[in-house]
């Protein structure tokens, strides 16, 4: 299982600035105006071998009438609840300012690790000036300028240290992990109650700590997974922050600790922009998926044409992913919800499928002759032998050519669907890698 990490601090201390330090990206936007970002955003860390991820929120500004400073509040506040660790970023040029003292007492009050982060401190005189954040009564500040790196090293050994040990304890190898994700109100907590509310025959609750995940042995009817860390099996607590997030941050945990998410769609709603988010979290964390469209009870034209459509649909805006199961289900009726358990045990061996070399050389290489990639500069690329990696968490495939530099996404995405057209994987993403031959 990952570690969470949340950024928070008040606005225009380089919290942004600092999230694409760490993950080696540049997805947070970067400005000298406060208040900038207002949406979070997620990436991963890794060091020392380690991974966790990263969560970047707004500038916290507490007892502000601006109602994008409130929203974002909010967002940090259930960053908080929902991280295993909080790095709070301070300002070394300003000092400590009302805000930082506002902030901190709100900190002092949490259960969780908290890391002292004075930021913008690019020479040794302000060192010195760090000290001064003692004061705010949250153990040693560490001192880093997230615009040259400056110190980041010396913070990550820091954040290391003060995270929780990781492991699935009790979480037996080799059963199938499926997350139920999905926004607010599109009917996970009944699907799970649909799966496991009948008979109790089934049940070993793995709990850690309240921030680990949970794991529920689901065993009967020929099925044997756990599920994981969902809205239905955790403690709810009374929710009354941003909602959106809130869902962003669960599936954060959900997905993590999962090998097939189950990804619910609202059949009277449609496929909207916070589902988006979700699936784009699956993908990035190269899960595999099930789309569950609920709901379906509710909806009075069935015809096959309403059905293609709403299909049609849902794969267009996941382009370019589009092979992966769609179930029209109910889960207050209970329609074809053991259709989603064998889909889902389904997509779970595809991601565990095993392609031998032979065939797979067999099949691609005439294909690969008669469709090349595109010459660039005048040069010609040879792919002249292909193989499935082994020990991979998804099927990952690679291709040797004279001049793999060449080789751009399009071209790999056309490797991929040939793949997928002689072998059935749905469901499961790929990777697809071009070396030197």
């Known amino acids: ?28 936007i ?175 609750d793995i709990a850690g700590t309240t921030r680990d995940s949970i794991y529920t042995r689901y065993d009967k009817f020929g099925f044997d997974f756990y599920l994981v860390d969902t809205a239905g099996i955790r403690r709810k607590n009374k929710v009354t922050e941003d909602l959106e997030f809130y869902s962003v941050m669960r599936s954060i945990r959900s997905i993590e600790n999962s090998d097939v998410c189950i990804l619910m769609l609202d059949a009277t709603r449609g496929i909207e922009a916070q589902d988006m988010n979700i699936f784009q979290l699956i993908q990035k964390n190269n899960k595999s998926l099930v789309v569950v469209v609920n709901k379906w009870d509710l909806v009075e034209d069935k015809s096959q044409i309403v059905i293609d459509t709403f299909t049609n649909a849902i794969r267009d805006r996941m382009a370019p992913f589009k092979d992966f199961p769609i179930i029209f289900a109910s889960a207050l009726t209970k329609q074809r919800i053991f259709k989603v358990l064998e889909t889902a045990k389904e997509v779970y061996l595809h991601r565990k499928a095993r392609i031998g070399t032979t065939k797979l050389n067999e099949v691609l290489l005439p294909i690969i002759e008669a469709t090349p990639p595109p010459s660039i500069k005048g040069k010609f690329i040879k792919i002249k032998y292909c193989a499935q990696l082994p020990d991979t968490q998804i099927p990952s495939f690679v291709f040797y050519a004279n001049l793999p530099q060449y080789v751009k996404e399009p071209y790999k995405r056309f490797l991929e669907n040939k793949i997928r057209e002689h072998w059935t994987l749905t469901g499961s993403p790929i990777n697809v890698f071009i070396r030197q031959k």
């Open 30 to 204: 970067v400005s000298d105006e406060a208040g900038t970002t207002r949406d979070r955003q997620y990436g991963k860390c890794t060091w020392n071998g380690k991974e966790f991820s990263v969560v970047d929120t707004g500038g916290w500004v507490v007892n502000s009438d601006d109602i994008f400073e409130e929203e974002i509040r909010k967002q940090v506040v259930v960053a908080t609840e929902e991280a295993n660790l909080i790095l709070f970023v301070c300002d070394g040029i300003n000092g400590v300012t009302d805000w930082d003292e506002d902030v901190a007492m709100i900190l002092r009050r949490t259960k969780l690790p908290v890391v002292l982060c004075v930021n913008k401190v690019d020479n040794n005189e302000g060192i010195y000036v760090a000290g001064e954040f003692y004061k705010l009564g949250l153990g040693d500040p560490v001192c880093i300028s997230a615009a040259t790196g400056s110190g980041t090293g010396d913070l990550l050994d820091m954040v290391l240290d003060a995270l929780p040990d990781n492991a699935d304890e009790g979480a037996e190898e080799g059963i199938p992990r499926f997350a139920v994700v999905g926004r607010p109100n599109a009917g996970k907590s009944s699907l799970i109650n649909a799966f496991i509310g009948e008979e109790r025959n089934i049940v070993t």
């Open 1 to 28: 299982m990952s570690n969470l990490v949340a950024i928070v601090g008040r606005p225009n201390v380089g919290k942004s600035t600092l999230f694409n330090r760490l993950t080696k990206t540049r997805s947070a």
